[in-house]
T-cell receptor, first 114, second 110 residues
Framework: DTEVTQTPKHLVMGMTNKKSLKCEQH?????MYWYKQKAKKPPELMFV???????INESVPSRFSPECPNSSLLNLHLHALQPEDSALYLC?????????????FGPGTRLTVT | AQRVTQPEKLLSVFKGAPVELKCNYS??????LFWYVQYSRQRLQLLLR??SRESIKGFTADLNKGETSFHLKKPFAQEEDSAMYYC????????????FGPGTSLSVIP
């Protein structure tokens, strides 16, 4: 399996809801990432996990909570989001942390906060 | 500061014409440079990376450290090349941060 998968594809949630985004890869990659992408803009890095440990948090608000239960799985827990958080959320992985390898991206979850 | 610039937000070329998408970077160390492409309704995917020095879908890119550039070129544009192109930078000392340029939207006119 050479793909990064993400579920759900689309998510609509209210500002008081709690939801989670899921990302999975079975390529044996040990670095995993969450990005936020607004329309016609580049991805903005949110979090990086290296060997299942959080290594980078780009000052993301605490209403976004990442989790890496194992080397294949990455979650992003969402709570009390704002309408401006509506975006495409991308997950990515790369082979070995800290070696400058390319990233493999999932198709994204289109999130709408109402 | 680490930065990637792509001066053209939009670029239109005719089918069969040469195309060049510009990318400049500022980085004090030893960067790894990439081009990623996002076709309509498809995931972001790697097009090429500078250390592999290979040609993908007819595209090539040469890292010019003197000019701190990594321009993407193709001698004859095809309609299926229409997409958003992002130049990106990382390094072995960047703690896995990837810096993306703002992107260039390429439109190939039939």
């Amino acid at each position: 399996d050479t793909e990064v998968t993400q579920t759900p594809k689309h998510l609509v949630m209210g500002m008081t809801n709690k939801k989670s985004l899921k990302c999975e890869q079975h390529m044996g990659h040990r670095a995993m990432y969450w990005y936020k992408q607004k329309a016609k803009k580049p991805p903005e890095l949110m979090f990086v996990y290296s060997y299942e440990k959080l290594s980078i948090n780009e000052s993301v608000p605490s209403r976004f909570s990442p989790e890496c239960p194992n080397s294949s799985l990455l979650n992003l827990h969402l709570h009390a989001l704002q309408p401006e958080d509506s975006a495409l959320y991308l997950c990515a992985s790369s082979q070995v942390p800290g070696q400058g390898y390319e990233q493999y991206f999932g198709p994204g979850t289109r999130l709408t906060v109402t | 500061a680490q930065r990637v610039t792509q001066p053209e937000k939009l670029l239109s070329v005719f089918k069969g014409a040469p195309v060049e998408l510009k990318c400049n970077y500022s980085y004090s160390g030893s960067p790894e440079l990439f081009w990623y492409v996002q076709y309509s309704r498809q995931r972001l995917q790697l097009l090429l990376r500078h250390i592999s020095r290979e040609s993908i879908k007819g595209f090539t890119a040469d890292l010019n450290k003197g000019e701190t550039s990594f321009h993407l070129k193709k001698p004859f544009a095809q309609e299926e090349d229409s997409a958003m192109y992002y130049c990106a930078l990382t390094s072995k000392t960047s703690y896995d941060k990837v810096i993306f340029g703002p992107g260039t939207s390429l439109s190939v006119i039939p």
